[in-house]
């Protein structure tokens, strides 16, 4: 598509349930990252994805915090055993490898998720 | 990556050219400044970056000190569409993630 798409643009569960968040990433991009951001806060950096090397996965809070990226394509977040905390918007992003380097960077609109 | 220090908040009139500084005093020879935006309950927008020389571009210009310490973003003509949070990463060419501070947050009064 012409942009990243994130999947679903709202999401409320109850604490202590799984969920799963999807992103699409701009076809031909072969970085993918995850971020999340708190209300009133700046972007944390979760997670990244490079062609077939394993991931960075530096930023993930905890283990209850996993990502993969299937087939270098589409990457799904999941965070199971949910916690209030863990309330916030997730951002998906993509970009070329290399080249344009930090200006390649397209951000989807992001998963709000609510945990209750 | 070093770390960068932008104000809080920042006001301008509609019309009227907004400049946003951004402090990045331990910026090392191979960093370069990026800007991006991010606009009310949209992902974060790229609008420019440079390594030592003056940018401009269809957004914005970006000047930066000689001594690279510091470099201001402005927007010539500020519209009400220009509020939001202006974010300013220090960062290498080619890393492998941006790392975003809290930025600053720009509202355009009209």
């Known amino acids: 598509g012409a942009g990243v798409s994130q999947s679903p643009s709202n999401k409320v569960t109850e604490k202590g349930k799984d969920v799963e968040l999807r992103c699409d990433p701009i076809s031909g991009h072969t970085a993918l990252y995850w971020y999340r951001q708190s209300l009133g806060q700046g972007l944390e950096f979760l997670i990244y994805f490079q062609g077939n090397s394993a991931p960075d996965k530096s930023g993930l809070p905890s283990d209850r915090f996993s990502a993969e990226r299937t087939g270098g394509s589409v990457s799904t977040l999941t965070i199971q055993r949910t916690q209030q905390e863990d309330s916030a918007v997730y951002l998906c992003?993509?970009?070329?490898?290399?080249?344009?380097?930090?200006?390649?960077?397209?951000f989807g609109s992001g998963t709000r998720l609510t945990v209750v | 990556d070093a770390k960068t220090t932008q104000p809080t908040s920042m006001d301008c009139a509609e019309g009227r050219a907004a400049n946003l500084p951004c402090n990045h005093s331990t910026i090392s020879g191979n960093e370069y400044v990026y800007w991006y935006r991010q606009i009310h309950s949209q992902g974060p927008q790229y609008i420019i970056h440079?390594?030592?020389n003056n940018e401009t571009n269809e957004m914005a210009s970006l000047i930066i000190t000689e001594d690279r310490k510091s470099s201001t973003l402005i927007l010539p003509h500020a519209t009400l569409r220009d509020t939001a949070v202006y974010y300013c990463i220090v960062i290498i060419q080619g890393a492998q993630k941006l790392v975003f501070g809290q930025g600053t947050r720009l509202t355009i009064n009209p």
């Open positions: 440079g390594l030592k």
């Open positions: 992003a993509s970009s070329e490898w290399g080249g344009q380097g930090a200006r390649g960077y397209t």
